[in-house]
């Protein structure tokens, strides 16, 4: 596609229940982030891949959440047990390059996640 | 530690009236600097970057951004603001090595006809 799809664009989780994010980047794309945008917030960073690998996980609240790309193009986000905090949007972005710095990042519509 | 303020939560303006939103950082260098738009429901979209050289940044839309190191700022602005320009406006730093840009909390700008 153009740009950078997210699905689902919405999703309602019970607590405890375990949710899974999807997020294909731009084609060819070689860097990819996670944020976590909570309501009335700025976009948190959770994690970075460079192609297939994981280069920065700092950003991830809690071992509940695990992220993964596998084949360096679609990532998904995973979050075991969900809780109410876990309500956000969130969102991924990629860049064409492995120097995002000086790239711009492109960002997907993000996925509403609300936890009951 | 290193910061993005964003010290206005809603600017409204009437259509045609100009506009500046207001950034600042807190980094121990210069840092790159970024403002984002954010219509509702859309992702984020990329108005204009200053990672050096002139202190005047031309982004799209018509948007403009001047950094001033004195007073660490990075303000945004327009000098006719339409209705489309309704939306959430972001801020965003990070430093050399970084890759990880770092938010402000956003200002919402409305527009009134």
């Known amino acids: 596609g153009a740009g950078v799809s997210q699905s689902p664009r919405y999703k309602v989780a019970k607590r405890g229940q375990d949710v899974a994010l999807r997020c294909d980047p731009i084609?060819?794309?070689?860097?990819l982030f996670w944020y976590q945008q909570a309501l009335g917030q700025g976009p948190e960073f959770l994690t970075y891949f460079q192609n297939e690998a994981q280069l920065d996980k700092s950003g991830l609240p809690s071992d509940r959440f695990f992220a993964e790309r596998p084949e360096g193009s679609v990532s998904t986000l995973k979050i075991q047990r969900t809780q109410q905090e876990d309500s956000a949007v969130y969102l991924c972005?990629?860049?064409?390059?492995?120097?995002?710095?000086?790239?711009?990042?492109?960002f997907g519509q993000g996925t509403r996640l609300t936890v009951v | 530690a290193q910061s993005v303020t964003q010290p206005d939560i809603h600017i409204t303006v009437s259509e045609g009236a100009s506009l500046e939103l207001r950034c600042n950082y807190s980094?121990?260098?210069?840092?790159?600097l970024f403002w984002y738009v954010q219509s509702p429901g859309q992702g984020l979209q990329l108005l204009l970057k200053?990672?050096?050289?002139?202190?005047l940044v031309q982004g799209i839309k018509g948007f403009e951004a001047e950094f001033k190191r004195s007073q660490s700022s990075f303000n945004l602005r327009k000098p006719s603001v339409h209705w489309s320009d309704a939306a959430e406006y972001f801020c965003a730093a990070t430093s050399g090595g970084s890759y990880i840009p770092t938010f402000g909390r956003g200002t919402s700008l409305i527009v009134h006809p």
């Open positions: 084609s060819g794309h070689v860097s």
């Open positions: 972005a990629s860049s064409p390059t492995g120097q995002p710095i000086n790239t711009e990042a492109f």
């Open positions: 200053y990672f050096s050289g002139d202190t």
């Open positions: 980094y121990g260098a210069t840092p790159y």
